[in-house]
């Protein structure tokens, strides 16, 4: 028996999302239905040998679906651009697109972190939490006296969402300074996403 991808760790079983499909198919919008119909053919190929022309060429049409449509439509949320696919690429190649879109449609990261300081609506976007942590840290020495902060010590403390306190370590004073993690929305998260 194959290992299965990490990509389909938290997937439904193959029946389920199968029946799951057919039932939702026409309300679903059309990069969802590309991703999951991908998957489930991958999915349920994942023992057939290579050599079973029907297997290969399900997942190698539903992969280059995929992928013309992410081109077309600016839609790929993985490392991998759809450019790189062509009907003459590896199934190898093909599968590890269709998992990465699959794993970035089933559990969507953060696409960036948001720095702002106590309730000021205004919010500063960062590439991650480092860089997030950082700039706040930074900007809080800058708006206090030089010689109040110069070796204060800032710890983080945060919450089940995400959202990072800074605290002075050896005051125990908060810096009124936060960083949260926030989704972006796609083009391909839109119900009407052709």
Avoid: F
Avoid at 6 to 13: I, L, W
Avoid at 94 to 115: G, I
Avoid at 119 to 148: L, S
Wanted: no cysteine.
């Amino acid at each position: 028996m194959t290992e299965r991808p990490a990509a389909y760790d938290t997937a439904p079983d193959l029946y389920e999302e199968h029946q799951e499909l057919v039932r939702t198919m026409a309300q679903l919008p059309i990069r969802e239905r590309l991703v999951r119909r991908a998957a489930l053919a991958d999915r349920s190929t994942l023992d057939v040998p290579e050599a079973d022309g029907k297997a290969s060429q399900d997942v190698r049409s539903a992969a280059l679906k995929l992928a013309t449509h992410d081109q077309a439509h600016g839609t790929a949320a993985g490392p991998v651009p759809p450019q790189a696919l062509s009907p003459h690429s590896p199934a190898a190649d093909l599968r590890a697109y269709v998992r990465q879109e699959y794993a970035a449609w089933r559990d969507p990261q953060p696409a960036v972190w948001l720095v702002a300081r106590g309730t000021d609506p205004g919010a500063i976007p960062a590439v991650d939490e480092a860089v997030a942590r950082a700039y706040a840290e930074a900007k809080y020495r800058e708006d206090e006296h030089p010689d109040d902060v110069a070796d204060a010590v800032l710890t983080w403390e945060g919450d089940d969402e995400g959202t990072g306190y800074a605290d002075l370590l050896d005051r125990g004073q908060d810096t009124g300074w936060h960083v949260y993690p926030e989704y972006v929305v796609r083009r391909s998260d839109l119900p009407t996403a052709d």
